[in-house]
């Protein structure tokens, strides 16, 4: 008969195995997000075209195009913050319930567990830091950086006389790339590390 160590090693295990899951299946829903964003993206950028109105680039539509792009990306990561809020409320709740089932389960002897309310448990999550930074600090930053990303992307564009194309290939990146090679997967990966890291 194995012992109550093994037996919460065992169940310590297996939850694990299963929020990694968890993990990789909030990760789909928040890429999923940011890539509704990618085709509003390019149409502000089209919409916005610098060379559209003189045939060459003015600062005027380049300001009024970035202007657009800051507001479609702060809707995305307001969307993605809401949604991973939402989660990780979710989440807390089922971790204290698995924990203090686990334990009364696998020890002999009766516990008296006095779990704490799901508001107490986000806001404990939302309290502690992790990798230096509070959770609303890493979703400002992931805002940011985006914003800065695609905004960089189009500047360069301005800045080199380039068309159209070449700048929504530079911020959307290349079909025969999967669109790995542009700005935006940048931020998707950073918006997946954020994911990972806050259920972990």
């Known amino acids: 008969m194995a012992t109550a160590n093994e037996t919460l090693l065992d169940a310590s295990i297996k939850h694990s195995i299963g929020l990694q899951r968890y993990s990789a299946g909030v990760v789909k829903q928040i890429i999923a997000l940011l890539n509704k964003v990618d085709d509003d993206l390019v149409k502000q950028i089209l919409k916005f075209d610098p060379t559209a109105v003189s045939g060459s680039y003015s600062r005027?539509?380049?300001?009024?195009?970035?202007?657009?792009?800051?507001?479609?990306?702060?809707?995305?990561?307001?969307?993605?913050?809401?949604?991973?809020?939402?989660?990780?409320?979710?989440?807390?709740?089922?971790?204290?319930?698995?924990?203090?089932?686990m334990i009364t389960s696998s020890i002999p002897i009766q516990l008296d567990?006095?779990?704490?309310?799901?508001?107490?448990l986000y806001a404990a999550v939302k309290a502690r830091p992790f990798q230096g930074r509070f959770l609303s600090q890493w979703f400002d930053g992931l805002e940011q950086g985006a914003q800065q990303r695609v905004a960089s992307a189009i500047k360069i564009g301005f800045v080199e006389g380039e068309s159209i194309d070449k700048i929504i290939?530079?911020?959307?990146?290349t079909r025969s790339q999967?669109?790995?090679?542009?700005a935006l997967e940048i931020n998707r990966r950073g918006a997946q590390g954020v994911v990972r890291t806050a259920i972990s």
């Open 60 to 101: 005027a539509r380049l300001e009024k195009l970035l202007e657009a792009v800051r507001a479609v990306s702060g809707e995305a990561y307001a969307a993605v913050k809401k949604e991973l809020t939402g989660e990780l409320k979710g989440l807390a709740v089922h971790e204290a319930d698995f924990q203090a089932r």
């Open 113 to 120: 567990i006095v779990k704490p309310s799901a508001s107490q």
């Open 169 to 173: 290939r530079r911020v959307r990146g």
């Open 178 to 182: 999967q669109f790995r090679d542009g």
